[in-house]
């Protein structure tokens, strides 16, 4: 992975990435509380082969362990996720302080090693009590967010500097209330749209509530994708205009712009009913960087017949793909790095590359060792076109590969191993 690699600049932040239901295990341990994954990846035919993350990689038993992988990597930085069902399990009211104790060790025994601590607040584990009164489609799920925000950062921004409010909400939508694929299985379709708005209502409540109490740096990370229509046709080009608008626009414009794109081509209204006056600036509240979630380009094409989509997603030919079949374009991250570049201009603030990585799989050798030749190309290819794209402009301060270790890979179980690190389940 090194060899030849180009100079990247002073202090750029190198960092690994995790999240907690997917490595922690302990689900029952210290008063947690229950989260939608423990329902879901409970109820038959949710989770491939029936995994569920009450072991994991039982990380809250063996997290000094993994630490001192994380310390062989010579990383400056470790984002993980603290679990909202661990500090309130009920999802409202006082902390729970054996939950926040686990956090509060982990933090600094990082610092004793001269790792940053990067905490996402929310990685999907919905308190199973908040989505029983309607989980993100309903809008007190924000406020009880900045509440749980709050009780984070009263114990811990103390020595932690750098905040994530939200990860992947876009793809929480989708999947959890829009197709029902993960967490809490709902499959609402467009009506799945105020669970997106909520989350970033929330994540807006929860920055004032961060810098309210200490946080030097808050962020939000998202998930992009640079959009390929399939062809130059009109058709074509407008369903990529469209999903572009979906997948990217939706929880970027309204964080970096106080906007919200035109999805009325779908029949969606021109002014949301969800969309309360003054949601809009509270989201809009400048961030001190932008989190980055990049893993493959999306191609797209006019809408198939019989999907209900507008648009239909269509393969990438001629290119590699990884165990989990996504297509390995190393360009895209240049492509989309440059393209939000273009798009928010001045909106844009730093970036921070919160995950990009890949699932491969992995052989063990007669010696014990994996030799990740894949994974070491997939990194290689990504790390120059995002050279390329700093080269080019882009103020981007810090790359996370996902993960540290294989881990829960949500409705795949433990099929697809992402980490560095090769763990023997
Ligand atoms: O494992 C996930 C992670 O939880 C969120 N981003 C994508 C990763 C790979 O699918």
Same mark, same amino acid.
């Given at each position: 992975? $090194?060899?030849?690699?180009?100079?990247?600049?002073?202090?750029?932040?190198?960092?690994?990435?995790?999240?907690? +239901?997917?490595?922690?295990?302990?689900?029952?341990?210290?008063?947690?509380?229950?989260?939608?994954?423990?329902?879901?990846?409970?109820?038959?035919?949710?989770?491939?082969?029936?995994?569920?993350?009450?072991?994991?990689?039982?990380?809250?038993?063996?997290?000094?362990?993994?630490?001192?992988?994380?310390?062989?990597?010579?990383?400056?930085?470790?984002?993980?996720?603290?679990?909202?069902?661990?500090?309130?399990?009920?999802?409202? =009211?006082?902390?729970?302080? @054996?939950?926040?104790?686990? +956090?509060?060790?982990?933090?600094?025994?990082?610092? &004793?090693?001269?790792?940053?601590?990067? /905490?996402?607040?929310?990685?999907?584990?919905? /308190?199973?009590?908040?989505?029983?009164?309607?989980?993100?489609?309903?809008?007190?799920?924000?406020?009880?967010? #900045?509440?749980?925000?709050?009780?984070?950062?009263? @114990?811990?921004?103390?020595?932690?500097?750098?905040?994530?409010?939200?990860?992947?909400?876009?793809?929480?939508?989708?999947?959890? +209330?829009?197709?029902?694929?993960?967490?809490?299985?709902? #499959?609402?379709?467009?009506?799945?749209?105020?669970?997106?708005?909520?989350?970033?209502?929330?994540?807006?409540?929860?920055?004032?509530?961060?810098?309210?109490?200490?946080? @030097?740096? %808050?962020?939000?990370?998202?998930?992009?994708?640079?959009?390929?229509?399939?062809?130059?046709?009109?058709?074509?080009?407008?369903?990529?205009? !469209? +999903?572009?608008?979906?997948?990217?626009?939706?929880?970027?414009?309204?964080?970096?712009?106080?906007?919200?794109?035109?999805?009325?081509? %779908?029949?969606?209204?021109?002014?949301?009913?969800?969309?309360?006056?003054?949601?809009? &600036?509270?989201?809009?509240?400048?961030?001190?960087? !932008?989190?980055?979630?990049?893993?493959? /380009? $999306?191609?797209?094409?006019?809408?198939?017949?019989?999907?209900?989509? /507008?648009?239909?997603?269509?393969?990438?030919?001629?290119?590699?793909?990884?165990?989990?079949?996504?297509?390995?374009?190393?360009?895209?991250?240049?492509?989309?790095?440059?393209?939000?570049?273009?798009?928010?201009?001045?909106?844009?603030?730093?970036?921070?590359?919160?995950?990009?990585?890949?699932?491969? &799989?992995?052989?063990?050798?007669?010696?014990?060792?994996?030799?990740?030749?894949?994974?070491?190309?997939?990194?290689?290819?990504?790390?120059?076109?995002?050279?390329?794209?700093?080269?080019?402009? %882009?103020?981007? @301060?810090?790359?996370? %590969?996902?993960?540290?270790?294989?881990?829960? &890979?949500?409705?795949?179980?433990?099929?697809?191993?992402? =980490?560095?690190?090769?763990?023997?389940?």
């Amino acid at each position: 992975m $090194t060899s030849g690699l180009p100079a990247f600049p002073e202090g750029f932040l190198w960092g690994v990435s995790t999240a907690a +239901y997917q490595i922690e295990g302990a689900v029952d341990e210290d008063g947690r509380g229950r989260s939608v994954w423990d329902t879901f990846a409970h109820t038959p035919g949710r989770v491939r082969d029936g995994h569920t993350g009450d072991t994991a990689c039982d990380h809250y038993h063996r997290w000094p362990e993994d630490l001192a992988l994380l310390g062989g990597l010579g990383v400056g930085a470790y984002r993980f996720s603290i679990a909202w069902p661990r500090v309130q399990p009920g999802g409202s =009211g006082a902390p729970n302080p @054996r939950g926040l104790d686990f +956090y509060d060790r982990l933090v600094d025994a990082l610092l &004793e090693r001269g790792v940053e601590p990067v /905490p996402t607040l929310y990685h999907w584990d919905l /308190p199973q009590p908040l989505e029983d009164r309607g989980g993100w489609l309903d809008r007190d799920t924000a406020h009880r967010f #900045a509440e749980y925000a709050a009780l984070a950062a009263e @114990r811990l921004a103390d020595r932690v500097g750098r905040w994530i409010t939200l990860n992947e909400p876009l793809v929480h939508m989708a999947e959890g +209330y829009a197709f029902g694929t993960h967490a809490p299985g709902r #499959a609402l379709l467009f009506d799945a749209l105020p669970a997106g708005h909520h989350q970033l209502l929330g994540h807006g409540l929860a920055v004032a509530a961060l810098r309210a109490r200490g946080a @030097r740096q %808050v962020m939000l990370t998202n998930n992009c994708t640079p959009v390929v229509p399939a062809s130059d046709s009109a058709e074509d080009t407008a369903a990529a205009a !469209l +999903y572009d608008a979906f997948h990217n626009r939706l929880f970027n414009d309204p964080v970096l712009l106080g906007s919200h794109p035109d999805l009325t081509a %779908v029949g969606l209204p021109a002014e949301p009913p969800w969309i309360r006056d003054g949601d809009l &600036e509270t989201i809009s509240a400048p961030l001190d960087a !932008l989190g980055v979630n990049y893993y493959n /380009p $999306t191609r797209v094409a006019a809408a198939a017949p019989g999907t209900g989509l /507008p648009f239909d997603m269509v393969p990438i030919e001629g290119v590699p793909t990884t165990a989990f079949g996504w297509p390995v374009v190393p360009d895209g991250l240049h492509d989309l790095l440059t393209g939000l570049h273009l798009r928010y201009g001045p909106a844009l603030p730093p970036i921070l590359v919160t995950e990009n990585g890949c699932s491969v &799989e992995d052989t063990v050798d007669g010696d014990g060792r994996v030799r990740d030749t894949a994974r070491i190309d997939y990194l290689d290819g990504h790390l120059r076109a995002l050279h390329r794209a700093i080269a080019d402009g %882009v103020d981007v @301060r810090g790359y996370f %590969v996902w993960s540290l270790l294989d881990n829960f &890979e949500w409705s795949d179980g433990y099929h697809q191993r992402f =980490g560095l690190v090769h763990v023997d389940y």
